[in-house]
Structures are given as C-alpha cells and as structure tokens.
C-alpha cells in the first residue's frame, strides 16, 4: 500500500496551491488528479483571474488577498513565470452599488488605496470605458490579472521540485478514515495517509461524505472578442473592469494578445446536473448578454466572437468559500464552495490547509470561511 503524511484530492486551483506548500515544507504529500495539469475541464482555466484588495464580498478577505499577493509574487519569483500581470482596476456603478459604495467601504476598513472617479473623469484617463449615466467608479490602482493555468502548473511543478508526487489521471473513488490514518480507494488501487484534504471543485459534494454544505454547481462562458485599440492593450494602461448593472454584474481584462479581450458576466449561470458533461458549446444566449455590455460600456470593443471557454462555478449558499476539518472528523480536511471568486486565494488558502493538516491551526485569518457558521445551510 502506498502510504504519505497527506493526500491532496483534485489539483485545480485550490489543492495545487496546498500540494505546493505541503511539499515546500518537506511534507511527504501525494496529489491526485483525475485529469492533466492545468486542465479546462474544471474552474481554473480562461487565461486570466482578477486579483483585487478593495474586496466588496466582505472585507475579511483583505488580509488574506494581501498575503495572497506576497506568495503569488514569491512564487512568480521561484517559478521565473511571469504569473501576476498588475493592472488598475476600475468598479463601476451607481453611487450606492456593491461596485462603488461596497469598495469604499472595504477599502476604508483595512485601508486599502482606492480612489473614486467620476464618469468624465473614467473617459478621460480610460478612453476604452464609457459609464452609462447615473453610474460613477472606483480605481484601484494595484489590482491584478493571474494567468491562471500557469499559476496552477507553476505550484504543482514547484510543488514536484520540493519533492511532492504528483499523480495524474488518477481519481479518488472513496475514503474512510480508521484511528491514525484515513484510507484512500482510488482508480489505481488503495493509498493510506495520515490527512486527507478534499479540493475537487465542481465535484465536492461527490466526494465529500457527510457535506453539510449544499453546493451548487453552476455554467459559466468566458468569451474573448476584437479589442486591437490601444486603448484596450494592457500594454498601454488599459484597465481590468467591473461592471455593476441593472443586467448583472460584467467583468473583464484588457488585451494581452494585442487584438481580443475576455469579458464574462459574474451573476446567474445554468445549473449543472453532472461536470463531466457539461456543455462547452457557446450559445447566442450566452453571447447576447454580453454584446449588449459591450455596445454600452466597451464601445470599441467588436461584437463577433474570437473565441470562448466554459467554466464553473461552486456556489456556497452564502457564496462564501468554506473551508474546514469536516465535521467529526480529525483527518479530513475541506476546502470548496469558491463560488466564483476564489482563485485569486488559491496561494494563501494553500498556505492555510498547509498549517491546518500538519499543526491542527492556522495564524492566517480563516475562521469566518469555517463549516459551522450560521446560514450556511439555508439557501
Ligand atoms: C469563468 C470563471 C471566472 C472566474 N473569475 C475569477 C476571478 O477573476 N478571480 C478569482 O479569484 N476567481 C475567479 N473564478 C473562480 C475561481 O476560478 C474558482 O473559485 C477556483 O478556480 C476554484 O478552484 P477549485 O480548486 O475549487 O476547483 P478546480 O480548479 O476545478 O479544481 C478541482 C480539481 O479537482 C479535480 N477532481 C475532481 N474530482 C476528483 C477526484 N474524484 N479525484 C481526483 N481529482 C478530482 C478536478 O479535475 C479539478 O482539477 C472564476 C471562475 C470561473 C469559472
């Protein structure tokens, strides 16, 4: 039997940050994915993820995000990947929107450098961006674009380099933790480990026993269409963007590529039965929400498609991430529900379930992300 102090179990964006810090800390660790690395068939992959500080979702994020940054740019540092492009950052909507009100109000908190833009003042220093009336902004500065495969290959390679053992196109089927050890079933025999920690995204609640967590799983079209204008090149100061609007919440990058920008919208999503069949077609009805934001708040942005990715998210019921031992357990550890906007934590979060499966604790600031907190069970 194949036995190490720690299974990873998926490593997508969340558990190869863990692989990477258990391995850096010369901790016998095993990572089993059932796909390749940096795969597209989970949650982390479309090229770009938006890292920000101001953080609107709630501001006990802001340390975190902060630590996040220091290890992305050590880990860009080992890696000798340019994985953290910084870009400004502009949130845009109404005065009193999540957009708009919400950062300030975070940034205030925990200090973080944001400065509120009007709509002529957005034109003016960002010619790209054109804000429907009634709506005003928010610049932060040092925000960030992640590339997100290579973020995901860079922790796993490292994570192989610091000695971990990497194994893909190996599924975890089951798991029963025994006094001392947990044991491991999976599609290529049986492995036994003093600590389980289950990150398998979109498929969580199929290979966590006794979730008390509902979960949903929901479709998600990242689209890239014609942006050859300076005024969209990342290279030339063009911004990352958040639209708050009476249609929904749109988001996306400059070009980096010098000819298209992704765009994708944040709200809504058609739930998903099973991930393995997900349908990665793109639909006009995907396609159409998204051309409409372009027509009002990207104008030189072109209308046809260039390309397109599916994703998914994993919806918590307060749509914050959820990670934990499980309960009345002592060697299982869970780390799910990122609810589209978890990777940019992917760094510190594996840091965090690094502590937590060697000490027990965590110094990093993650217990209002824990299992038991009020209204998680209610949708
Ligand atoms: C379109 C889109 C845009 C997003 N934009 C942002 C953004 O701008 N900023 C941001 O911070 N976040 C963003 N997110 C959210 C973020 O990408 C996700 O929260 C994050 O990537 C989730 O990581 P994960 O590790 O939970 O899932 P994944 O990365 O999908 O990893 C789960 C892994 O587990 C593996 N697995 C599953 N079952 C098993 C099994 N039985 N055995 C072995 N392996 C298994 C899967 O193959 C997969 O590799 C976005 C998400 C999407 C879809």
Redesign the pocket.
Known sequence: MNSSEVVV????????GAFYHLARRGVSVVG????GLA?D????H?E????RKAYIEHPDYIPLVLRAFDLWDELQKESGKHLLYRLPLVLCGTPDSDAVRGSLLAAERYNVDIQSLSREEVSRRFPGLNLPPGMEAVLEQDAGC?M?EDC?AAHVQRGKAHGGDASFG????DWTEHPGHVQIR?TRGVREAKCLIL??????S??TKNLPVPLSVVR???VWFPAAGPEYAAGSGAPAFYFELDTGIF?GFPSFDGSTCKV?CHSGGEPVADPLQLDRELHSEDVAPLTDFLARCLPGVGSDPVKH?I????HSPDHHFVIDRLPGSQRVLF??G?????????SVLGEALADLATTGSTRLPVEFLSINRPGLQAE
């Not at 089993?32 to 796909?35: D, I, K, Q, S």
């Not at 990122?338 to 992917?346: E, L, N, Q």
């Open positions: 179990a998926g490593l997508g964006g969340l558990g190869s089993l994915e059932r796909f795969h068939r989970g949650s982390s479309g770009s993820r938006m890292i992640l997100v995901v190996e599924a975890l089927l999976t990150t398998a995204g979109a498929w969580s199929r290979v998600k079209s990242q988001y994708a990715s994703c998914m998210y994993t780390a799910g990122f609810s589209g906007h978890g990777f940019k934590f992917a």
